[in-house]
Structure formats: structure tokens, C-alpha cells
């Protein structure tokens, strides 16, 4: 966490969030994975979709535009599907993604969902072993899914046991 952040807190992201959120794609992914502007509207209009953010604050006050990470979730008619989770990489392994992913597979649940879906880079181990530890099992590789040789995890976790998100008000320290 950078030493002049003390708080995140977690809101639904609206059109002001839009241009923080693409930034932080294009730091988060390689070329042939992150979206471009009008890929990631698309995403973010498909029906069903939500979004959240974690916006940070100083001692000060909200800083604007500032996100340390954020989530889009979309609510299919029969499983949740996990579209993109982002954490900057100052905010990490401080349980961020965490609180983002519970609240995209709390809107899922909350839906009447009881599965969520997600689509991983199968080289982004960092991210597999975070989906794992979050109780996501590998399915099978999606061959060829971002570019030609670029290959995918397809990951699944069912709901039913899920609990309601705790909000983590503070990062780990
Ligand atoms: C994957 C990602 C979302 C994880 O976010 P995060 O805020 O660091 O995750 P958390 O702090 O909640 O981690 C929870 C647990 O997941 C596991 N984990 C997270 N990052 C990990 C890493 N780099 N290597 C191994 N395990 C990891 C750990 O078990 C961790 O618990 P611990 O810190 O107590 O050991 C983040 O690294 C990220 O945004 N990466 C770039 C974008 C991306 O790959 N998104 C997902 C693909 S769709």
C-alpha cells in the first residue's frame, strides 16, 4: 500500500470510475489479453453485468479517480460468470481481491446463482493460485482463447456454501 493510502472502501462503480478502471487493465494485463476502451464499455454494458470498486482514501479525504482495484461480475441465467478483477499492483496480497471476488460471487448468489464461472490466463499463476485458494477448481484449458497461443483456465466454484461478503474495511497489514 503506498504510505499516503490508509482505507479502501468498497461501492458499485459508476460512469466517473470508467477511465481508472481502464487504466488499471492495461497495467494489470499483457497486449493481447487487456481490453481496449470499447471492449471493456461492452463488457460493462452486457445485460447483467455490475461492477464494484475499491476506492481509496488518505487521511485527508477520498482521492479522486484513485481505485485500488475493482470487479465486473455478470448474472447469466444459469451460473455467475467472474469478467474481469483487477488489483493495482500497490494493493496487492493485502486481501483486496479477496473482498472484490466475494462480492461478485455475492451478487451471483444473491441471484439465485449457484455457480461462477471464470476465464484465467494459464500462465497468470498469481491468479490461479488466488482463485484456488478462494475455492475455484480448474476445469480445463480453453486452447487458443485470448490470441493464437495465448491459452486459457476455464474455473468454477459453486456457490451454495457461499456466506454474505464480509466488507473489509481496512487492507491487511
Ligand atoms: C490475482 C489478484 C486479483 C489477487 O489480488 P490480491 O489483492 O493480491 O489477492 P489477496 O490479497 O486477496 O490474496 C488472497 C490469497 O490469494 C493467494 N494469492 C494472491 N496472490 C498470489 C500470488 N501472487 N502468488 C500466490 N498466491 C497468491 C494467496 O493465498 C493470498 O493469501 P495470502 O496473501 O495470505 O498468502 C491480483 O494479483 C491481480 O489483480 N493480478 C493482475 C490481474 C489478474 O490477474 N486478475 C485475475 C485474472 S482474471
Not at 499463476?125 to 490470441?147: M, T
Amino acid at each position: 500500500m503506498p504510505a499516503h493510502f490508509s482505507e479502501w472502501r468498497l461501492r458499485p462503480a459508476g460512469d466517473g470510475d470508467f477511465e481508472a478502471m481502464w487504466q488499471l487493465d492495461q497495467i494489470c494485463f499483457s497486449e493481447e489479453i487487456r481490453y481496449s476502451r470499447e471492449e471493456l464499455r461492452d463488457v460493462l454494458d452486457m445485460a447483467g453485468c455490475r461492477s464494484w470498486v475499491l476506492e481509496v482514501f488518505s487521511a485527508a479525504g477520498r482521492l479522486p479517480g484513485e481505485i485500488a482495484g475493482y470487479v465486473t461480475a455478470r448474472a447469466g441465467k444459469r451460473c455467475g460468470h467472474l469478467m474481469t478483477l483487477d488489483v493495482a499492483p500497490d494493493w496487492r496480497r493485502q486481501g483486496a481481491g479477496g473482498v472484490l471476488l466475494r462480492r461478485a460471487e455475492d451478487y451471483a448468489a444473491g441471484r439465485g446463482l449457484r455457480k461462477m464461472l471464470l476465464e484465467v490466463g494459464v500462465d497468470n499463476h498469481p491468479a490461479r493460485a488466488f482463485y484456488q485458494r478462494a475455492g475455484y477448481r480448474e476445469l480445463r484449458l480453453l486452447s487458443d482463447y485470448y490470441a493464437p497461443g495465448v491459452h486459457g483456465m476455464l474455473m468454477e466454484k459453486m456457490l451454495e456454501n457461499s456466506f454474505p461478503a464480509i466488507v473489509q474495511e481496512q487492507p491487511a497489514r
